[in-house]
């Protein structure tokens, strides 16, 4: 069970007004350097500086890294998030925008999926082909060599019974 003492130090550091960049991490479960990228490429703004040079961040800067953190963890492209960031940066815009970011994403999701599918079924095939014995005549390494017809072959079979 949490203490109270770690509790009370995560509602302070919620009401917090203002974040070093390793608190703005630890409190947005963002990496140091994922955040240094994100700036880098446009999704967080500059940070305020103090005059020592450090990062200073707000509560708004510490909402968006989370934000960005579940759009990541979704899947979600560094180009879609920033287009659902500017959205949300107008709350009165209709919401289209947006459904068609997560509509594209899920078909693209569905397309990796059914490249996994097959992936999963070539490597079950390749296991299964594996009796032991020398490497010679072992079905996996002769499938890695010829893998183009190997998976290919069983790609157009899966797709089919798909």
């Keep these: 069970m949490e203490s109270n003492f770690y509790s009370d130090c995560r509602s302070k550091r919620k009401m917090q007004k203002e974040f070093t960049i390793g608190q ?3 409190t947005s479960g963002v990496k140091v350097t994922t955040i240094r990228y994100y700036e ?3 999704l ?8 020592s040079g450090r990062r200073v961040y707000g ?5 968006l890294l ?3 953190r579940h759009a990541r963890d979704l899947g979600f492209t560094v180009e879609a998030i920033r287009d659902l960031i500017d959205l949300q940066e107008n709350p009165g815009t209709d919401c289209t925008k947006a459904d068609e970011l997560a509509r594209h994403h899920l078909v693209e999701t569905q397309k990796r999926i059914e490249q996994l599918r097959v992936l999963e079924s070539e490597l079950m095939r390749m296991i299964d082909g594996c009796a ?3 490497v010679g005549s072992c079905e996996i390494v002769t499938s890695l060599f010829d893998h183009s017809k190997c998976l ?3 790609k157009s079979k899966a797709l ?3």
Excluded: L, N, T, W
């Excluded at 509560?59 to 909402?63: G, L, N, R, T």
């Design 24 to 26: 703005a991490a630890e």
């Design 40 to 42: 880098s490429v446009g």
């Design 44 to 51: 967080m703004p500059e940070p305020r500086r103090v005059e």
């Design 59 to 63: 509560q708004a800067s510490v909402d």
């Design 66 to 68: 989370g934000f960005i």
């Design 132 to 134: 032991g014995g020398k």
């Design 152 to 154: 290919s072959d069983h």
């Design 160 to 162: 089919k019974e798909h």
